[in-house]
């Protein structure tokens, strides 16, 4: 008797596609997934429509996975038809767990963003300063429609419920195996799926499992930091201890380092464990300790944080790279910077 299947979606927001490819990048592990789950709705791997979607009954899809942040209104109103589809949702990748690197777009708004791209690039030819409309009528009477541009980037729990998170931009291999072995155990009734809310990585930070870690009792000090174009980095040595700037003491680990391993440091893609609030605090507590700005790492003057964030060429870049919409600031306006 053939073996009962479960069904998957994937569906993308404000995405890269990257997110889609670390699915290809389950290989040849791509054939075991096939073989527990058939794959119902994928614009990108089946040629389905929108309508197709939205046509399924209620809950009739097992596990669905969104990736991408939620810039507009089509990516919010497919992130509500995926909810009422799917049994589970999961937020796959950094852009739909923290708003990833479209969320760095709430340095800015919606005005501002249009008066760049629609008036103020070299390019553009528009001395009506005309914007793209929701709604236009042509000549003949049709109307033609386009989702309303948000006025900031949103994660994908802000708009729906979300069951789980995978997290890093994109998830790595090694994390798409741990999503795998979860849900065969699953299917095959030897496993309970983790409890709700569950980010399906570690708890501790990615220093934790480095192999370059220095060990806690080593008190890093450096005089400055320096960018990784700067130096030739040592490739055994922390980069902490060579002045780079390296995320990982703020950073949730599991997703296997591979930037480490490639002689890279992490730029902090798997966000903070559950223990952190905010991933930029966090290292900038870090950071003001190992430059000798404080020897606690418990809380920071904003004097403290200046004469610290002056070193640094884009403090929001290097921070908030994947996490400004799930930040305790959450959004900067440009005037306010
Ligand atoms: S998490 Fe990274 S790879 Fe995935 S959609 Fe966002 S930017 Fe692309
Ligand atoms: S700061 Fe970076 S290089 Fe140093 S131990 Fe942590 S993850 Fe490894
Ligand atoms: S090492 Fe850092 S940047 Fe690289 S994948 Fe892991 S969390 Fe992301």
């Excluded at 791997?45 to 209104?73: F, Q, W």
Aim: proline share 6%; charged share 30%; aromatic share 6%.
């Amino acid at each position: 008797m053939a073996k009962k299947k479960i069904t998957l979606a994937l569906k993308r927001g404000a995405s890269c596609v990257g997110c889609d490819i670390a699915v290809v990048n389950f290989s040849e592990k791509l054939f075991e997934l096939l073989e527990i789950a058939d794959v119902v709705f994928s614009p990108t791997l089946i040629d389905v429509k929108y309508k197709d979607l939205e046509a399924m009954p209620d809950k009739s899809i097992t596990i669905g996975l969104y990736h991408g942040a939620v810039r507009n209104s089509e990516n919010a109103h497919l992130a509500e038809v995926m909810r009422k589809k799917c049994q589970v949702l999961i937020a796959y990748g950094a852009c739909a767990h923290m708003g990833g690197i479209p969320g760095l777009a709430n340095v800015s708004n919606r005005e501002k963003i249009f008066e760049t791209v629609y008036k103020k690039t070299f390019s553009t030819e528009n001395p009506e300063g005309v914007y793209p409309q929701t709604e236009w009528k042509d000549e003949k009477g049709r109307t033609l429609t386009l989702p309303e541009f948000f006025d900031e980037v949103y994660a994908l729990d802000d708009i729906v419920d979300v069951d789980y998170y995978v997290p890093a931009c994109p998830p790595t291999h090694k994390m798409n195996m741990q999503i795998l072995e979860l849900i065969k155990a699953w299917v095959e009734g030897k496993a309970e799926l983790p409890p709700k809310g569950t980010v399906i990585a570690e708890e501790k930070t990615l220093c934790d499992e480095c192999p370059r870690n220095p060990g806690k009792e080593k008190n890093i000090k450096v005089d400055r930091i320096r960018y990784i174009s700067e130096v030739n980095p040592d490739p055994d040595k922390c980069f902490l201890e060579q002045g780079i700037l390296c995320l990982g003491p703020a950073t949730r680990a599991g997703c296997g380092a591979p930037c480490i391993e490639a002689n890279m440091p992490c730029r902090g893609c798997m966000g903070p464990t559950s223990r952190v609030m905010d991933q930029g605090g966090s290292m900038l507590s870090a950071i003001a300790s190992i430059l000798g700005i404080r020897e606690d790492e418990i809380e920071i003057s904003e004097e403290e944080i200046e004469k610290l964030v002056s070193q640094i060429k884009d403090p929001l870049g290097c921070f908030y790279r994947f996490s400004l919409p799930r930040s305790l600031l959450r959004r900067v306006v440009e005037d306010r910077r």
